[in-house]
Nanobody
């Protein structure tokens, strides 16, 4: 079992930045791929980014590539999502997830956090 807790969400103006954290406990964190997903009201959960076990491989959705940066610190059992140049359409609940495969489907992730709200205002 892996327990995940997100933090760092909040209200920010368009063009601003936020850094989300995903603190893990339980099984060895560096055995898992970390993914970030988001879900806006009335929409399906959407892939944002994932990072490999060692952190040397990352992948982003087209909508966030160049603005968001995913990273991890295995010594701290923590994953991060740095979000810059935020847009209104980035407003959503953001979830971190842990799984064995570097895929964009949420179905392959075994463990999920409770989510943190990110609201971007004009």
């Amino acid at each position: 079992q892996v327990q995940l807790v997100e933090s760092g969400g909040g209200l920010v103006q368009a063009g601003g930045s936020l850094r989300l954290s995903c603190a893990a406990s339980g099984q060895t964190f560096n055995n898992y791929v970390v993914g970030w997903f988001r879900q806006a009201p009335g929409k399906e959960r959407e892939f944002v980014a994932h990072i490999s076990w060692t952190g040397d491989s990352t992948y982003y959705s087209k909508s966030v590539k160049g603005r968001f940066t995913i990273s991890r610190d295995n010594a701290k059992n923590t994953g991060y999502l740095q979000m810059n140049s935020l847009k209104l359409e980035d407003t959503a609940v953001y979830y971190c997830a842990a799984g064995r495969l570097k895929l964009v489907s949420p179905d392959v992730y075994d463990y999920w956090g409770q989510g943190t709200q990110v609201t971007v205002s004009s």
